[in-house]
């Protein structure tokens, strides 16, 4: 400072020299040496602005980078944060005892099953409605027998017959020793072997074919003889006998 004082008063001093010489110079002496003074007063200021510009540019550089960094390191949180639950780790599975396996099998199979029965159901019950069934019971008539039932009678402890509207067949555990017809009569006659002590033994039988049966003992000729009535001649009828048993059937 005490340069620029010394300076600056050498310059004055000069100048008020060169007036005495030039009256009319002092003016532009005095101005020139004036803005030489301000440019020298004002160039520690304008250095001064323009370093404090320069640390201010520079700060806010370094405060743009830090201020990108915090906003990189904010989304690489936020990213991190929303992958988490996608790497997490996989649930360890449970385990079952073979109690439960078996049981959660027959569950499914029942499920199964019942799914299929309603299924099934559901389409029987389609057909039905397109094609419904219409039932007509028929009560049976009393004085008809079926073709294959046949009525069972025992007529003596030893002999049994069964028979319906076409055929008609006697049990007994004696042989056969004659068998012949009786055309006028409509009869067909057999002969059993056996001495045998017992009435004479008569009934009716229910059939539009065989009309009655009577069995007679003969003692002292050795036989009994066992006679059916018929409804129509006896050429009508066949007679088979196959293992004691005899069997007369009508012939359509």
Do not use: C, W
């Amino acid at each position: 400072m005490k340069t620029l004082f010394l300076f600056t008063l050498t310059i004055i001093l000069s100048t008020n020299l060169s007036a005495r010489e030039n009256p009319f110079a002092v003016t532009d002496a005095y101005e020139e040496a004036s803005a030489k003074i301000l440019e020298i007063n004002e160039t520690p200021k304008t250095l001064e602005a323009a370093q404090e510009a320069q640390y201010i540019k520079e700060m806010q550089e370094k405060m743009s980078k830090v201020t990108s960094l915090d906003a990189n390191k904010n989304k690489v949180e936020e990213t991190q944060k929303k992958e988490t639950p996608l790497i997490k780790e996989a649930p360890t599975p449970k385990s079952y005892s073979k109690k439960e396996v078996d049981s959660m099998i027959q569950k499914t199979k029942s499920q199964a099953e019942q799914k299929t029965k309603e299924i099934v159901k559901k389409e029987l019950s389609k057909t039905q409605a397109l094609e419904p069934t219409q039932v007509v019971y028929v009560k049976p008539r009393a004085d008809v027998i079926n073709d294959d039932e046949l009525v069972s009678k025992q007529l003596l402890s030893f002999l049994k017959v069964e028979f319906n509207d076409n055929k008609l067949i006697i049990h007994t555990d004696y042989e056969v020793s004659k068998k012949f017809s009786i055309i006028k009569e409509n009869k067909i006659i057999i002969d059993y072997k056996a001495e045998l002590n017992f009435l004479t033994k008569k009934d009716d039988l229910d059939s539009r074919n065989y009309k009655k049966i009577t069995i007679g003992n003969h003692k002292k000729e050795g036989y009994f003889r066992i006679a059916i009535e018929l409804i129509d001649k006896p050429s009508k009828y066949d007679v088979k006998y196959e293992n004691n048993l005899i069997t007369i059937s009508k012939i359509n």
